[in-house]
């Protein structure tokens, strides 16, 4: 059943991709992930998390994509995703899921004299915009996510296992979230860093450990060559993976890990700023203000 989810979720892929090219938008690996398994949610099953953090569902459809590579409808690149003329004929001769999964599992060329698709530019605009930001206003107040995890009772700064300060501000309720909109980063920089954990929803976004969010996105600051996220938390015992350009293609856990182990947050409550270093793909908490 997962593997039939899976290969529908391939023809969503190659509609959002087909979508993108006809309205002019660059195709985010990760967006275009979160999209697919927007339209075609995932199983209680597929939303178990691996042993490197990362939702079954997720990474199973992140290595499926390859069968459209090999079919030669999309190509992937460090720009980007893009389908290509052939991939955009395939969204046309076989526009139904059952059509789709056999064409591609059987190798089934795309007939000749198929037409580029023309008309689907304006569905974009309907569905592509419907997720992530807009229902977080709604799920904002989601406190009472994280009320049940219990206090800890000595805090450490994050999975190096070191004890942490006391918090220098007051503990305040959850949902105030500290964001500015990163500068665009330099080479060598990625185009965008997320802390995808269990604290997501705190953060007002619409669900937990998903990359593709804004509301996990840090902020670049160019002056200290850092990412940072600010967020007051209550107090618990929290669990996160630093993943890049919005996608689970590219995680980072304890020290710096790729794939690793997710880093821990043992919190007394407060404010807690998160600090990336994409030099050494590792986290640094500072508790209170600063």
């Known amino acids: 059943m997962a593997t039939v989810k899976t290969d529908v979720r391939l023809k969503s892929v190659l509609d959002i991709l087909t979508e993108n090219a006809l309205s002019g938008e660059a195709s985010n690996a990760g967006k275009v992930l979160a999209e697919a398994l927007v339209r075609v949610p995932p199983t209680e099953h597929e939303k178990e998390l691996l042993s490197g953090g990362i939702p079954r569902g997720h990474k199973n459809l992140s290595v499926a994509t390859g069968k459209l590579v090999k079919a030669g409808w999309m190509t992937k690149g460090r720009s980007g995703w893009t389908v290509t003329d052939e991939g955009q004929r395939a969204t046309v001769a076989f526009p139904d899921a059952a059509s789709f999964t056999a064409a591609l599992a059987a190798g ?11 008309l689907r530019a304006p569905k ?4 592509a915009k419907k997720p992530a ?13 994280a009320a049940g995890v219990a206090p800890a009772a000595a805090p450490v700064d994050s999975a190096s296992g070191s004890a942490s300060e006391t918090p220098a501000a007051e503990p305040v309720e959850a949902a105030a979230f500290e964001s500015a909109a990163a500068a665009n980063p330099p080479s060598g920089q990625p185009s965008a860093v997320a802390l995808a954990g269990d604290f997501n929803t705190i953060l007002g976004a619409p669900e937990d450990w998903n990359p593709a969010l804004d509301q996990a996105q840090m902020s670049f ?40 182990a997710n880093h821990e947050l043992h919190h007394a409550g407060g404010r807690v700023n998160f600090i990336y270093d994409h030099t ?9 203000q600063g």
Do not use: M
């Open 280 to 288: 050494s793909r590792d986290i640094r908490i500072q508790h209170g």
């Open 221 to 260: 600051d160019p002056a200290e060559v850092r990412w940072k996220l600010s967020a007051d938390l209550p107090a618990g015992h929290y669990t996160y993976k630093v993943a890049l350009d919005r996608s689970w293609v590219e995680n980072y856990g304890a020290y710096g890990v790729r794939d690793g």
């Open 108 to 118: 089934t060329p795309v007939p000749e004299g198929t037409l580029l698709p023309v």
């Open 124 to 127: 974009k605009s309907a569905a």
């Open 133 to 145: 930001v807009r229902k977080a206003s709604t799920r904002k107040p989601a406190a009472p996510a």
